[in-house]
Structures are given as C-alpha cells and as structure tokens.
C-alpha cells in the first residue's frame, strides 16, 4: 500500500491524559499537512511541514499541541493534557512541491484519519 | 479570509440521475481547487484537481468546473449510482499560503 498510513486508527483517552498519533506520507512526497475535523464539518488546516521544517501553524494548534517531522518522513502529533474538546478526527495529508523546472501538481492525498475520543 | 460553503448540505436523488454540486468562494485569489469524497468514519479521496489558471476537470463521470472570477465551482456527477453516496467536500488552497480551506460538504445519497 503506498498511500498515506495514519497510527491508530482510533483513541480513547480521559481527559488530562497525553495522546500521540503518527502519520507515513506517500513516500516521495515532501510535504505533510494535519487536519483536524469534527462532526458534520470539513477538516480545518492545523500545520504543514516542507520537510522536516514546519513552516506554518494554524491559531488552532494551541501550546498543548505539537507536531514533529525529525526525519522528513513520518510525522507524529502530540496533544498534552486532552480536553473533551479535542475529542476529533485528525487528519494527515501530503503533497508532493514541485521544482522549478515544473512536474507534478500539488494535490493532497489524505490517510484514513485517527479518531480521537477524550472522556 | 477565505470562507467556502456548499449548497445544498444534503441531497437524495434516484439512482440514474444526473446532479451537480455547488461551492463557492469568498476569495478569488486561489491556487487550485480540490473536490474530494468521503465515506462515513473514513479519510478524504481527492477526486479532482483545478489548478487556478484552468476551467474543468474530467475524470469518468465527473466533471468539475471552475469560475474563479465569480467565486464559484461546481461537480457534476452523470448517471449516479448507490456507491457515489457519500460527502463531497471542495477546498481551495490559497495563493502564498499553504492553508486549505474547506466546505462542510453535501451529504450525497442516491437511493436505488
């Protein structure tokens, strides 16, 4: 399978407990983006990596998130001490940036999502 | 700031018909647009890509189109059938920004 991969697939945790979640782009793709979405919503940009560089994050990534890309492969996002509003579905994606000589178009690709529950 | 909304937020229709789905924009400063589909409890399937400079899409019995002056693109779907239900969520990526912004999507069931 060489789609985006996203660990676990599902989380349930209570509230104050710290979670961890992974995501495997598309091997050649250079650059990885986490989604959140909630219940009859589209998903909402949370940060994106070029890289192992984040270059952007959005005002919804509160200090008790963080993200990483150590390697410019796989991602992992951590929220510190869940609140039951972070009760979502996190989404990754990757794209692939093309050079200057031009190529492929930037279309995201998606995992299947970790589904988060805080009780 | 980039707003998108889709009409209308649910559709049923009987299999065989053709449909069209709305999204419009608030800003026409776009990179592409992108139509994806997604099925309960499950992640996103990019379906087709416009790229700010084109019109329209094809890819089997979809066709996108693209008026970026007028804010607007629409997903046509030619002779539906069940397996097409699902929600279809349009995004556009905003130009110097890396940020998609997102409809809340039309739940799509097309009844046999």
């Known amino acids: 399978d060489t789609g985006v991969s996203q660990d676990p697939r599902h989380k349930i945790t209570k509230r104050g407990q710290n979670v961890t979640f992974r995501c495997d782009p598309i091997?050649?793709?250079?650059?990885l983006y986490w989604y959140r979405q909630t219940l009859g919503q589209g998903p909402e940009f949370l940060t994106y990596f070029q890289n192992e560089a984040q270059l952007e994050k959005s005002r919804l990534l509160s200090d008790r998130f963080s993200a990483e890309r150590p390697k410019g492969s796989f991602s992992t996002l951590e929220i510190q001490r869940t609140e039951q509003g972070d009760s979502a579905m996190y989404l990754c994606?990757?794209?692939?940036?093309?050079?200057?000589?031009?190529?492929?178009?930037?279309?995201?690709?998606f995992g299947p999502g970790t589904r988060l529950t805080v009780l | 700031k980039q707003e998108v909304t889709q009409i209308p937020a649910a559709l049923s229709v009987p299999e065989g018909e053709n449909l069209v789905l709305n999204c419009s924009f608030t800003?026409?400063?776009?990179?592409?647009l992108q139509w994806f589909r997604q099925d309960p409890g499950k992640g996103l399937t990019s379906l087709l890509l416009i790229q700010s400079s084109q019109r329209e899409q094809t890819s089997g019995r979809l066709n996108a189109s693209l008026d970026k002056s007028s804010g607007r693109s629409t997903l046509y779907i030619a002779a539906s059938q069940p397996g097409d239900s699902a929600t279809y969520l349009c995004?556009?990526?905003?130009?110097?920004?890396?940020?998609?912004?997102f409809g809340a999507g039309t739940r799509l069931t097309v009844k046999p």
């Open positions: 800003d026409s400063a776009i990179y592409n």
């Open positions: 995004a556009v990526r905003v130009l110097w920004n890396n940020d998609m912004r």
């Open positions: 994606a990757s794209s692939f940036r093309p050079g200057t000589s031009g190529g492929i178009r930037n279309e995201q690709f």
């Open positions: 091997s050649e793709h250079n650059r």
